[in-house]
């Protein structure tokens, strides 16, 4: 795989679902396909806050935070977890997927987001878009 | 000694039917049945639950509708009443299914986005304006905060002047399926099994046309289980109901004949017309032999469906059309009594106006032009449904064996510890895993995903848009009703409620009516029980 970091290093991404919104089955698809490419994945669960997503980054030291959205949410909730970020001081690539409008993602992309993934993302392009986060 | 068939012919007889011509387009009559005994109508109700099939009545087309604010909404049901739909249902937003009020922080960014919002009564007359609360059928598609909403329906029929033993309706209230499946809980599984109980027994009592609880496998399939898992605990939640309401001293006969299921028809055609025959034969056995029903109403399956959400595909999405015509026909020949079909724009956003009348008009189809219909069972008899039935039925009992020996003879246990210790969740995420790895490894075939994507067009069709203002004007509503209401009525009715849940022997249903006519919100309810049920928080596990 391109653009993988630190040869030494195992990605450790922080993956939660942000919010209300209780559809975890993509999420936890998610979670094992990153597993099996390796990763150190920390899975939060349901209903986390800003807060509680960026005290759990800090402390597991994460190079990425991937959240999941189905409930239409995510013009308000991404915005407002890259600002809980940047409040902390703390700089990382944050990836949204779910159901989002291709308007909607590029949106997102433009406000930060680093990488958003629809319904049907192969599991290829899941590993790829959470490496390329990191190189950028 | 009557033959079957006499009894049957005897039930068909005295059956009401259609008035429309039972043969093919071709002219050719066909009878109402085919095959052999036990036939329609009758135990274990394999072959559908009415002798006369859907020449006696057409399934419901109920269609789920809800977005923005409660004006929206109510719109979007007048405009399916006036295209034909015979019921209404109503989706809630995230905060409402969860039982916040539309001001709460954890309410940011979901009011009215995937249903409609509510925050108290105020909302609910809005949502009803002007539809005739004792001629339709409503479904509520609600589980935590189930009672609340349905101590509102009830409140406003009050206001319109119809009694609730003349309202008919089903509440969802299946909150079994919540920690295994949908996650939308508020309290701990036992105190809100009390809550299911009180809703049972008062709807027994005074609504004799509602069914208090759909006892769901939509979700645990959508959240990725197999169909024979769906299937299994799906019923076993049924089972642990039934249990839960005979330990209160219900009769089985009473309540029984009030609950309904509500399934998913998936993309596996005979897998799922299978799986809807097993449903209503293990219902009808287990009710029977079990739990001792002798009143056959009380053993019949009744079941809501719909099509496969999970199914539809963001690439390619009118292919979507097709899927949901495959699973609505599905759903048919399985008998089903009502039906919702997905809309194909799904997997993008939730469903345009225009994709929601296609959708109805796909079951239109399936109805009315292709025959179906004409006869109870058409498969029945089929070696391979016969055999697919059989299937479903025993990978099912597998799954009642594991929960009845998990509960020490008990289902309702076996549910219960089969939500502490994970084994629901994990079998769930097991078999969607599965599946998402046969789809990579392009084991199997989703067309527009893995194979055949060309054609794929960039531009999203015209996608419903919930503007960022139905947030702020529904916050500004709520602070409007809790300006004009008197708050010592309100703080009164929240404080009976509150002693009201510490006395387990009380039926909580009438002072969460009197909190709702006092315009208390869905919140405040919620916090006058959560004091004294705690919450529930799931243990993350992948």
């Known amino acids: 795989m391109p653009d993988t970091p630190a040869t030494d290093h195992k990605i450790r991404i922080v993956l939660a679902k942000l919010g209300l919104d209780g559809h975890d089955r993509g999420i936890k698809v998610v979670a094992r396909i990153l597993r099996d490419a390796g990763m150190e994945v920390i899975y939060l669960g349901l209903r986390q806050t800003t807060d509680s997503i960026v005290a759990a980054a800090e402390q597991e030291d994460a190079d990425a935070i991937g959240l999941s959205m189905h409930n239409a949410g995510h013009l308000t909730l991404a915005p407002a977890m890259l600002a809980a970020l940047d409040q902390a001081d703390l700089e990382i690539p944050v990836i949204i997927g779910g159901i989002v409008p291709d308007d909607d993602a590029e949106a997102l992309l433009s406000a930060g987001i680093a990488a958003v993934l629809g319904p049907g993302a192969p599991a290829d392009q899941v590993v790829a878009a959470v490496r390329n986060s990191l190189a950028s | 000694m009557t033959s079957p068939h006499d009894d049957w012919q005897a039930a068909f007889d005295a059956s009401p039917v259609r008035d429309t011509p039972f043969e093919t387009m071709s002219g050719v009559p066909v009878d109402a049945v085919y095959g052999d005994a036990p036939y329609p109508g009758q135990h274990p109700y394999t072959r559908g639950l009415f002798p006369a ?259 539809l595909t963001a690439q390619q999405p009118e292919i979507n059309i097709a899927r949901v015509a495959l699973q609505a026909l599905a759903g048919a020949l399985g008998g089903t009594q009502s039906l919702h079909t997905d809309s194909y724009d799904e997997a993008l956003a939730l469903p345009s106006e225009k994709a929601a009348r ?63 210790n994970g084994y629901f969740v994990g079998e769930i995420a097991d078999s969607a895993y599965r599946f998402e790895r046969e789809v990579n490894a392009d084991r199997r075939i989703i067309v527009g995903v893995n194979a055949f994507t060309e054609g794929a067009e960039d531009d999203d069709p015209n996608l419903l848009r919930i503007d960022a203002e139905t947030e702020e004007y529904q916050r500004k509503r709520l602070e409007s009703v809790k300006h004009d209401r008197d708050s010592d009525v309100v703080a009164v009715a929240l404080e009976q409620l509150t002693a009201d849940a510490r006395d387990s022997t009380v039926n909580l249903m009438p002072s969460i009516i009197e909190a709702v006519r006092a315009y208390a919100t869905e919140e405040e309810i919620a916090m006058a029980m959560e004091q004294v049920f705690g919450t529930y928080v799931e243990q993350a596990i992948v």
């Open chain 2, 53 to 311: 099939g859907y020449r006696s009545r057409l399934w419901t087309m109920r269609m789920f509708a809800g977005f923005g604010t409660a004006e929206d909404t109510n719109n979007r049901f007048k405009e399916l009443l006036r295209h034909g739909g015979t019921g209404l249902s109503t989706a809630f937003d995230m905060p409402t299914l969860m039982g916040r009020d539309s001001d709460s922080p954890w309410a940011l960014g979901e009011v009215g986005r995937a249903g409609v919002a509510i925050d108290t009564l105020s909302d609910m007359e809005d949502l009803f304006a002007d539809i005739e609360l004792d001629k339709v059928s409503t479904s509520m598609t609600i589980n935590g905060p189930a009672a609340t909403m349905l101590a509102m329906y009830v409140a406003v029929g009050e206001k319109n002047g119809v009694d609730r033993s003349r309202m008919a309706g089903t509440i969802q209230n299946d909150i079994l399926k919540e920690y295994q499946a949908q996650k939308e809980y508020i309290y701990p599984p036992r105190p809100s099994m009390r809550i299911v109980t009180d809703m049972v027994k008062f709807t027994t009592a005074e609504m004799p046309r509602w069914h208090p609880i759909s006892i769901s496998g939509y979700h645990i399939r959508e959240a990725g289980s197999t169909a024979a898992q769906e299937l299994a605990f799906t019923l076993a939640n049924g089972f642990a109901y039934v249990e839960a309401a005979l330990a209160e001293g219900q009769d089985i006969n009473e309540f029984g004949r009030r609950l309904s299921f509500f399934f998913n028809s998936h993309i596996d055609f005979f897998e799922e017309i299978g799986k809807f025959r097993a449903a209503r034969r293990i219902w009808a056995r287990w009710m029977k032999e079990r739990y001792g029903a002798t009143d056959e109403r009380a053993m019949m399956c009744r079941f809501h469906t719909q099509t496969a959400g999970v199914s």
């Open chain 2, 358 to 420: 296609i959708a109805l008009r796909t079951q239109q189809v399936v109805a009315h032009e292709t025959g179906v219909a004409n006869v109870a069972d058409p498969l029945g008899g089929a070696p391979y449904i016969e055999w697919m039935t059989d299937e479903m039925e025993r990978r099912a009992e597998e799954v009642f064996a594991h929960l009845d020996e998990l509960g020490n003879g008990s289902i309702l246990e076996g549910c219960y510890a089969g939500i502490e």
